[in-house]
């Protein structure tokens, strides 16, 4: 205790002497600055959201000392990352990647093996390489932000003319958001689907560009995203297979005007058959974005106001304060909001709006609620922004509901289905019953598919409160999985456990991926152990959790 209130003694990675590893950060540094190799022998600081540590979790949900870096390395250019990859399959130290570290409910920066180097792309590779305002396109590198994209294009007086797509948070990178497979809420939200090419650096330590970026001279890597041959991009993406250090990215044409609309719905029970509205309507991008449909305890919680100003008692908040609390607000006595956005001259909306509003109240009781009258800071506004691809960090706010408070997500597909939302309705609210835990569901709906986004919020300083939340994710992950529901994304703590969920055909995925693995990363040095892959020095040792 008395050394970490000062110094830490830095973890080094299991199996290697600390002198040995300390003498290899010497030869790192030989070709780096040595300013730029940097050990983890400070007190573990959780910082906040644009202040964030890139040696831990902030948010951890095991002990903060759990997944930890050993040291972190500040490359400049692809030949430095390569460099490093080099040098950590001549020391066999395992290295793990971060673009800006700020993948909050999923393990923030933190290494999923104790004592990897961390590779902190994002602070001094962080140019906008280019922007294409012709095929609304850009080149960037892992230190863009949602937030520096957006400021470019207000600087180049590009903003009226396309727009970003952003997560809920914009502080992230958008390469590190984009590999991770996460979302926004524009036409344009799958953030995967919209990229076009990459530069990655394998854990080898050569370089490829996929795509059309593998042909010199060509002019069209950010415009067709498959080039010839197989398309790998797809091994790059959730996987440990390779570095980014660049990456292409669509942008959306201004669509000539938007308007953002939100519904309320009186109960619980109305989430089936709504859903089964929504479905046909979004595939027909009728409903244009990722939409949102939110259960009014989310409602209290994005408040920003802590659960001890309602409720002192212990279990989840009772439904009738929710209910007393939310009535105070546009939400009223209604139990689901949505939030959608039309997109396109008015003329255009008010088709597409007529439609949506008769389909929608053909739920008896829905409201339309008149934006006109919601205060300026109202959580509404902060979802308008992002439906519109300005950055926002209102989202935050729910975090204060515990203190210390941390956030880690349960979040299965399903298809667009009222049996289905339903079904998971059911079995996260019985779950988080069972572990006294306040339950915030919120359905984000794709094309063909929703996520049921569920995030746990936790007191990250209560070993006990950590517990709870982490066996009532283990329990929800493993009954939704008994159900035929997978996770789209999970936290490092959960990604052994996900993915064996994917298990048909006797696992016949994961030995795949492991014969990738061993092929592309012999020593298995990069980000061992993420979405559950591990290289063969690593398997069989016990590293699953
Ligand atoms: P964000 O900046 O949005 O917070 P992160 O940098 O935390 O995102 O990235 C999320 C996860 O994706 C990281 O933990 C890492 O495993 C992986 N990742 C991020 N950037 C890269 C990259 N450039 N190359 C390979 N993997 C990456």
Redo the contacts with the bound molecule.
Sequence with gaps: KHLKERQRLPVVPLGIEREDFYNALEELKEKLDAEHVEVNDKPLRDGWYME?PNTHDMMTILDEEEFVASAVVYPSTTEEVQEIVKWANKFLIPI?????????G???????VRGSVTVD??KRMNKILNINPEDYTCLVE?GV?FYALYDELEKKGLRDYMWIDT?DLG???????T??R?VGYTPYGDHWACHSGLE?VLPTGEVIRTAMGALPGNNTWQVFPYGFGPYCDGI?S???F????K?GMTLMPNPGGYESFMYTFPNEQDLAPLIDIIRPLRIASMLENVAQLRHVTQSLAVSGLPRSKFFSGTGPIPEDIVHAEASKSYVGDHTWAYYGMSYGPAHIRAHKLALIDAEFHKIPGCRKIDPSKLPEDEYFWSRDRIAAGIPDIHELRWVNWAPNGSHIAFSPVSPIRGTDATQLFELGKKIHGKYDIDFFPAFCVGLREMHLIVEIVFDRDDPAEKKRALDCLREMVDEAADKGYGEYRTH?VLMDQVAGTYSWNDGALAKFNERLKDALDPNGIL?PG?CGIWGKRYRGFGWEM
């Design positions: 964030h793990f990647p971060i673009s800006m570290g700020r993948n909050l999923y393990g923030g920066a933190a290494p999923r792309l994002g892992p932000s997560p502080g992230g990178s958008i390469i590190g958001n590999v991770d996460g990655v790059f959730q996987s440990n390779g570095i980014v250090t990456m490092l980000a993420r």
